[in-house]
T-cell receptor, first 115, second 115 residues
Framework: DVKVTQSSRYLVKRTGEKVFLECVQD?????MFWYRQDPGLGLRLIYF???????EKGDIPEGYSVSREKKERFSLILESASTNQTSMYLC??????????????FGQGTRLTVV | GENVEQHPSTLSVQEGDSAVIKCTYS??????FPWYKQELGKRPQLIID?????GEKKDQRIAVTLNKTAKHFSLHITETQPEDSAVYFC??????????????FGKGTKLSVIP
């Protein structure tokens, strides 16, 4: 059973704080993703990684950075949190691109509130 | 990059009726089209997918159709039940280098099945 686990279910941070969201997967997947989910906007890709230490910008990378030091762990970093980053953050992982017809497995989400 | 449009944003049907959700995509190189279901408070989960070399796929009460020429694909749910109530997301995945690992999602359809 695939497991993608995000470190926090709910998080409240102050404006200007540096925030770390952690995601761990146990299926040895090469690909990992961070999405942001907002009502009426669907799932928007922030960053993704297809290998350790590799990262690619998604559609909305501004204000975020990522780190992938180990294959199983993908971190999303908000360098200086702002109120417009209040959102649900979803991590996902999938098998390598060579097998392109593969399911993306999602974590349970982190509801981040920036006050 | 890929752009996925999804309609309608909300859909209400009577129990036992059929529901249809439609998506269009912009990148003709996209070749994999999954559908995810997200129940309230839960993570998105894959319910059905289709590859670009297939026109239709069926799994019990759900089916997906793909028209590559028109660049649109649809989800069909027959004999709807209250447990089908959820948000449904379509997605498209391209095959263009690093982009092959990226899933672009539609904005979602909130389906309500009225008992």
């Amino acid at each position: 059973d695939v497991k993608v686990t995000q470190s926090s279910r709910y998080l409240v941070k102050r404006t200007g704080e540096k925030v770390f969201l952690e995601c761990v997967q146990d299926m040895d997947h090469e690909n990992m993703f961070w999405y942001r989910q907002d009502p009426g906007l669907g799932l928007r890709l922030i960053y993704f990684s297809y290998d350790v230490k590799m990262k690619e910008k998604g559609d909305i990378p501004e204000g975020y950075s990522v780190s992938r030091e180990k294959k199983e762990r993908f971190s999303l970093i908000l360098e200086s949190a702002s109120t417009n980053q209040t959102s649900m953050y979803l991590c996902a992982s999938s098998s390598p691109g060579a097998m392109i017809y593969t399911e993306a497995f999602f974590g349970q989400g982190t509801r981040l509130t920036v006050v | 990059g890929e752009n996925v449009e999804q309609h309608p944003s909300t859909l209400s049907v009577q129990e036992g009726d059929s529901a249809v959700i439609k998506c269009t995509y912009s990148d003709s190189a996209s070749n994999y089209f999954p559908w995810y279901k997200q129940e309230l408070g839960k993570r998105p989960q894959l319910i059905i997918d289709i590859r670009s070399n297939v026109g239709e796929k069926k799994d019990q009460r759900i089916a997906v159709t793909l028209n590559k020429t028109a660049k649109h694909f649809s989800l069909h749910i027959t004999e709807t039940q209250p447990e089908d109530s959820a948000v449904y997301f379509c997605a498209a995945r391209g095959d263009s280098g690093a982009g092959s690992y990226q899933l672009t999602f539609g904005k979602g359809t909130k389906l309500s099945v009225i008992p």
